[in-house]
């Protein structure tokens, strides 16, 4: 029979029932025929074929119109270097995820919370690779949701979360988010988290669990979806984590008008800068040509230092 043979057993000896080992692996067929005896060494190519793990294929699950979840969408390997990159970029001093208080060198999230630290910048200041991954998210979500549309990341939000504590309630409204109903492309990496989300403020809230490597879409007429990050689990992560658990989200943005503002929304604080998210009745907005709010003089990096300090580390 054509296809893979499980090796058979004889007298110590491990070899395939016809002395020959047929497999695809990677789109490349390796054929070889070797006879190893129970007390010599297993070839380095035997050990790795029949240890490597298959990443689990990518699987679409549609939740509404315009929202939907990309399972398994980026692999371990990819998780890992977007982590990497992450932790190098949260390192950069202001620019980082963490900023120091007033009259002390102690560095803090730049949040003003005890469990998050966050970037915000131009897509530019990310390395393709990150990018990359956007794009082919909004081409399977296209593919899969006639509801959604195409966008062209401009910016960039990467949170990191330490702790079990998520994000409130809120909705995607400000001018940093972008002004169209283009979708908001959000890669989850390292630990798991729980995503609520709900349509309507009076609509039951109901959640999803999120786990390395899922990528989540919500636009078009799902755009302005109220969601939050119910909680972090920092036991559920990848193996190469254990150590260090953290969980990195990886927003992606279609807001050209903010592009070369980008340091009126280096803060937010969701205590102070939460704003108007009661007034927004979906009624009454055309996604498509809606005005985002302004940022507040306290998220700007050009802030008075004091006074920003006061708010980061309030």
Not at 91 to 97: A, L, M, R, V
Not at 187 to 198: M, P, Q, R, T
């Amino acid at each position: 029979t054509n296809g893979i043979r499980k090796p058979t057993m004889i007298s110590n000896v491990n070899v395939d029932a016809n002395a020959n080992i047929s497999a695809i692996h990677n789109e490349q067929v390796i054929n070889r025929a070797e006879i190893i005896p129970s007390s010599s060494k297993i070839p380095a190519w035997h050990t790795l074929f029949f240890s490597r793990k298959k990443h689990p294929s990518p699987k679409i699950e549609k939740i509404l119109p315009g929202f939907l979840v990309i399972r398994n969408f980026a692999t371990d390997a990819e998780c890992k270097k977007l982590a990497k990159t992450a932790r190098t970029l949260g390192q950069q001093g202001e620019d980082g995820f963490y900023t120091s208080t007033e009259g002390s060198k102690e560095q803090v999230l730049n949040t003003g919370e005890k469990g998050r630290g966050r970037i915000y910048d131009a897509a530019t200041r990310f390395p393709s690779f990150v990018t990359n991954h956007c794009n082919k998210a909004v081409k399977i979500a296209k593919q899969n949701d006639g509801k959604m549309p195409g966008m062209a990341c401009t910016h960039v939000l990467l949170n990191m979360y330490t702790t079990t504590a998520g994000l409130v309630w809120h909705r995607d409204i400000y001018e940093n988010d972008g002004s169209s109903d283009h979708p908001v492309v959000n890669l989850c990496v390292g630990a798991s988290c729980e995503f609520g989300y709900k349509m309507l403020d009076n609509d039951p809230e109901q959640s999803i669990t999120l786990r390395s490597g899922d990528c989540l879409l919500f636009g078009g007429p799902a755009r302005l979806i109220k969601h939050a990050v119910l909680s972090v689990d920092l036991r559920d992560c990848p193996d190469w984590m254990k150590d260090d658990p953290v969980r990195f989200s990886f927003t992606f943005r279609d807001s050209p008008e903010v592009l070369g503002r980008e340091d009126e929304f280096k803060y937010f604080r969701p205590k102070d800068h939460l704003v108007g998210q009661d007034e927004i009745d979906l009624k009454k907005i055309n996604s498509k040509k809606r005005i985002g709010l302004p940022s507040l003089k306290s998220q700007r990096s050009t802030f008075d230092e004091r006074n920003r300090h006061e708010v980061v580390a309030a």
